[in-house]
Every structure is written in C-alpha cells, then in structure tokens.
C-alpha cells in the first residue's frame, strides 16, 4: 500500500485470534482497507452508489437502492423509495457512529452471505435506528465508511446555535418548496395561506394578509404579491415570534428600543434567570454567540430573534451546566452510589418470545449503564450463549456480546463497568467463558483487589476503566457431577452440581 498524501483516512480491520474449545485455534482474517483523500470519498459519495440494504426480521430481505449524500441539505437519501420523502433519507447530525464490517445483528447473523469487507452499518437517531448496507466493491465500501466518518466528525463540531439554525433554515426551505404547488419559485397569497393552515399556527386570514403584505418588499414586475425563499423567511419568522418571549424582552429593554444592551442582558439573567457572577463580559460573549444580526453584534445588542436563541441554548436550560460534567466525590466506596443498571439487557421487546440482540448492549452503555445483565446458557459447540431460560426469546453468542461490552464499555465515562452475570454453563463452558473474557478484555478485567490491604470496596475513582464480574461462586467442597444453576430471581438456593470457574 503506498504512502498518503493530503488530508486522507483509511479503515483497518484487524484479526483477533478466536479461542475455541478443545484448543483448537481460529483467526479471522486481517484486511486494511484502502486510503483515499477525504475529499474523493465525499466526492463519490455525492455521485452515488448502488448497494445492497439488508433487513433481518424472522426472514431476511434484501433491497437495492441508490445512496448519496446531499451535501447542501446534510443528509444521506436514497431512491427509489416507497417512503415518504421525509423517511427516505438520514441527516448527517442523526448519525452516531458507523461501523464497518459484520458489526450489527443484521450482518451477524448473516455470516458467510456477504463479504465483510464490502459491509458497513450506519447508526442513526435516538433509538439507535441502523440502516446496514452492502457495497458492491470494498472500494466503495471504503469510501463511503470514511467520508461518512468525515462528514459526521464536521457536523458534530459546529456548535448547537449553528446546527439550530441549519436545521431551522432547511426546513423552511424544504416546507417552502412543498408549498409552491406550481414551481415558480414563489408563493402567492393563496399558497401561503394553504400553508398557514397546514402548519395549524392559529393566524386568522385577515392576519396573514397583513403580514404577507409587510413580507413582500420586492412589490414590482413579476415578483409582485408573491413571497420568495427570502422572503417567506421573513414571512415565518413574523409569524412565529412568541409574544410573551418579545414582552419579556421590552420588559428589561432600558432604552426602550427592540433589543437588549449587555447591561439589561445582565439584568435579565440576574433578575429573571438568577443567574449568579454574571458579567458585561459574559454578556458580550452571549451576544456574539446567539445574535444573529451583524449590527448587533458590532453594537452589543441582542434582539428577539438572539433573545429567543439564548433561552433555547444550554444557558437557558433550568439543568445546571456545571453538572454536565461529574462533579461529585469519587473516592467513596463503590457501595455508597446508586449505579445505572440494565435488566435482561439483551433483549429488545418481552422476556417471552422478543429477540436477543448485541446491540442493546451497545445502545445501553453508550447511554451510560454501569451495571449491564448476561444470561448466560450453554451452547453448541462448546460456545455459551445468552438468552431468556425456557423461552421463546433467540440467541446471541457470549463471544460477540463481550466484544461490544469491550469496544463500548467507558465511551459514556470511565468509571468501572459491572457485568451481572446469570450463569447457567456447566463447567466446561464456565472455563470457555472466563478463558474469552482474559482474552477481550486484557488488563481491563479486574482479578484482583486495587489495594489488599484496604478494608472497604474500592471507589469508583480506583477502578477507573476497569471491568468487574459479578457472579455467584461455590465453596470448593461443594462439588457434585454435573451443572451449575444460578437463578438470582428470587428463588432460594439450590443445590449446586459442580463448582464454578474462577476468573
């Protein structure tokens, strides 16, 4: 592989050695993917491509769509679709994290159908959505997993004053273009108040005549009693300014003009926000950040459009910012905190016939739990497996859920993670089970205390980036031919049939 020249990425899948029982060795087979410049990736990005979308419920479904990205509106869409045109397409500030390879349930469990090096997932919204994909070459697999990468790493560093106001500036836009029935580019009086309506705003007829006239400034040719991209913006930012927030405004407006000075902006968060050690200085950093106009800027003034961001930003949240951050004592013993936890975590609806999936470990610790559930059941080949006991629910493999426990374990913090493990595994596969988790989890697996000496649990602060086991364990004299039980739902104890593996 050549050197790189220019600003340039690549993606490397490297193998990890799977132990298997009976000693027997497997390894996966070690790809580094190509390197482009970023710029060619987005680049073809923007040209499109034709893949494969692969969708996995009690049957699999392929579908193929063409993919690009939409620089100016910031999303990736596709055609054709079936969906709505608000469905079909993903924005780019949606999107958390894309994975290459057979990294979601979807291509797991599609093992050996599709080359891993022509698969990528992209991890989307609130509820961890994933659109899993397979390209038609590992080249464009490569370039789309880097531009993408790219893209998303650019959006994610423009600050939430700009992203509010792309997103409000985009979605005029596309509401504009939906309501220009005839294609002209302009919406007439009847257009506009079709529009009013949809959106249910409240206006009477009457009210939107007025501020259609006042909205439309270019009153010659043409261009006459219609409203352009411009100026239905000014049309909607009329129409949708908020009485009681522009009164408020008024309220601390000491000169009596449409906009606040950074001597009555002081007042306002002093008197209204209780704001504590406010400062003309931190106001004037407010300004600078929240008002959108070059003149109020250049003069210190915010008006109600400024005024309107800064209630909307972090500033005028009632969470104090302060604590965004940990901001407590961390030194105490680990039994003094409540602890984030997951029940059943690896399932994705009811504990009788839902799916089993990797996944929601993903989804649970990147939304920060510290105390994470593993039903763990013997299975074929000598491989333990988690599931519900004695139902409906499917499968997924211990190995491929401490994988993901290892990759996202501390990207929420770096305070210790608990692995509650409900284990039903004879012995035989307790020894694969504790031999895989040395494996994955290297020196992040705690085997011994922090400090012997000490005569209460560790703090949290002590086992920063560590991974504890939480597990019954027998006494060595209580040995039997056979299986270990260990049910934690209430039950009373059972006899056990063989002593359990230590890590």
């Not at 915010?302 to 309107?308: A, E, N, P, T, Y």
């Amino acid at each position: 592989m050549s050197g790189c020249q220019g600003e340039t990425a690549c993606v490397s899948r490297c193998a990890i050695p799977l132990l298997y029982n009976l000693g027997v060795s497997k390894q996966i087979r070690c790809t580094v993917l190509f390197v482009f410049p970023v710029q060619e990736c987005i680049n073809s990005m923007c040209g499109g491509t034709e893949m494969i979308k692969v969708r996995h419920g009690r049957i699999r479904h392929e579908y193929k769509r063409f993919y690009f990205l939409d620089v100016e509106g910031q999303r990736i869409r596709w055609e054709p679709s079936s969906k709505s045109a608000d469905k079909s397409r993903i924005p780019i500030r949606s999107i958390s994290e894309v994975r290459e390879g057979h990294q979601s349930d979807v291509f797991r469990l599609a093992r050996g159908l599709y080359s891993a090096d022509q698969c990528f997932s992209i991890v989307y919204g609130s509820s961890h959505e994933q659109l899993n994909l397979v390209a038609p070459s590992e080249v464009k697999a490569s370039q789309w997993i880097i531009g993408l990468r790219n893209v998303v790493k650019n959006a994610s560093k423009s600050s939430t004053v700009e992203a509010m106001q792309f997103a409000r500036d985009q979605w005029l836009k596309e509401t504009f273009e939906a309501a220009d029935k005839n294609g002209d580019r302009s919406l007439s009086l009847d257009e506009v108040i079709g529009l009013v309506k949809k959106l249910n705003m409240g206006l009477s007829i009457k009210q939107v005549k007025r501020i259609f006239i006042e909205s439309d400034t270019n009153c010659f040719g043409e261009s006459a009693n219609t409203l352009d991209l411009g100026e239905f913006r000014d049309f909607y930012k009329a129409v949708s300014t908020r009485d009681e927030i522009y009164y408020l405004m008024m309220k601390y407006s000491s000169s009596g003009e449409e906009h606040l000075t950074t001597n009555d902006l002081q007042s306002f968060l002093e008197t209204e926000q209780r704001a504590e050690n406010v400062t003309p200085e931190m106001c004037r950093e407010f300004i600078k950040k929240y008002e959108p106009t070059s003149a109020g800027v250049a003069e210190d003034w915010m008006g109600v459009d400024g005024f309107s961001q800064l209630l909307l930003g972090p500033e005028g949240q009632i969470f104090n910012p302060e604590h965004a951050e940990v901001h407590q004592d961390m030194t105490q013993p680990l039994s003094h905190y409540f602890i984030n936890s997951s029940h059943n975590t690896y399932l994705t609806g009811d504990q009788l016939q839902s799916k089993s999936s990797v996944d929601m470990y993903v989804k649970v610790l990147k939304m920060g739990c510290k105390c994470i559930e593993l039903d763990c059941w013997d299975g074929p080949e000598g491989e333990p497996y988690i599931f519900h006991g004695y139902t409906l629910t499917s499968k997924v493999k211990f190995y491929d859920v401490i994988q993901a426990i290892n990759k996202y374990a501390f990207v929420a913090s770096p305070y210790p993670l608990i692995l509650s493990i409900e284990n039903h595994c004879s012995v035989d596969q307790q020894e694969m089970m504790a031999q895989q988790m040395r494996q994955v989890f290297k020196e992040r697996l705690l085997t011994e205390p922090p400090n012997k000496m000490q005569t209460t649990l560790p703090s949290p602060e002590q086992l920063k980036e560590k991974i504890l086991i939480k597990n019954k364990k027998l006494d060595n004299e209580e040995k039997i031919d056979g299986w270990v039980t260990d049910e934690d739902e209430g039950e009373e104890e059972k006899p056990r049939a063989s002593q359990q593996t230590h890590l």
